[in-house]
Each structure stands twice: as C-alpha cells, then as structure tokens.
C-alpha cells in the first residue's frame, strides 16, 4: 500500500481510534440521551391518559348536571307554585289556562313567609 502513499500503521491507528471515540461517544453520550428521550415519552404518555381522564370525569360531571337539571325541571313543571307552574292547554279550547286548584304555596315563598321578609 505504500505505492499509493498510505502508511498501513497510521491507517490502523486511525481506525482504531475512531472505534474507541465511537464506545466513549456510545456509553457517554448516545446511552444518556436515549434515556432522556424515553422519560420524556413516558411523561407525554402520562399526560395524556390524565387528560383522557380529566376529560371522562368532565364529560361525567356533565351529564349528572343535565341530569339534575331535568329533574328540577320536572319538580318546577309539576309544582303547584303559581310562579312555577307551567300552563297547561285546556281540552277543547284554544287557550292556555293555569291549574284550577288552589295553589298550596312554593317552598321559596314558604321560606320567605316564615322569616318574617
């Protein structure tokens, strides 16, 4: 090889110290950011189930709120408070009329009677 002007030692030592910076490269650095990179996929895919999560629980508080406030509604249309009761149409006519019987009071103004304002 010396008639093409390439010194074989100086080859070998070359290469073989390229080799070496590649394992000090490998154990210092390419190991060390590999793991960083796989505790950040892990915190990623942590926060995501949480939000998953977040989202399920708010999508469930969701629901048991419209589910309250069909029922209030239902309390309010069946009351016999004449500020809450609902107007009814009666058979035969074209006009809404409200319930007949006497109204036996609300539970608001009944709170309010009672403390006297």
Not at 92 to 113: D, I, T
């Amino acid at each position: 090889m010396s008639g093409f002007g390439i010194n074989v030692w100086f080859l070998a030592t070359q290469i073989v110290n390229f080799l070496i910076l590649l394992l000090i490269l490998y154990f210092f650095a390419y190991k060390p950011v590999m793991k960083m990179l796989d505790e950040r996929s892990r915190k990623i895919r942590e926060s995501m189930d949480e939000v998953q999560k977040v989202k399920d629980q708010a999508a469930q508080t969701e629901e048991e709120f419209k589910k309250k406030d069909r029922r209030r509604q239902q309390r309010r249309a069946g009351s016999d408070c004449p500020r809450h009761a609902q107007p009814v149409k009666k058979p035969g006519s074209g006009r809404s009329w409200k319930r007949n019987r006497k109204p036996r009071g609300c539970r608001k103004s009944a709170r309010r009677n009672s403390t006297g304002t």
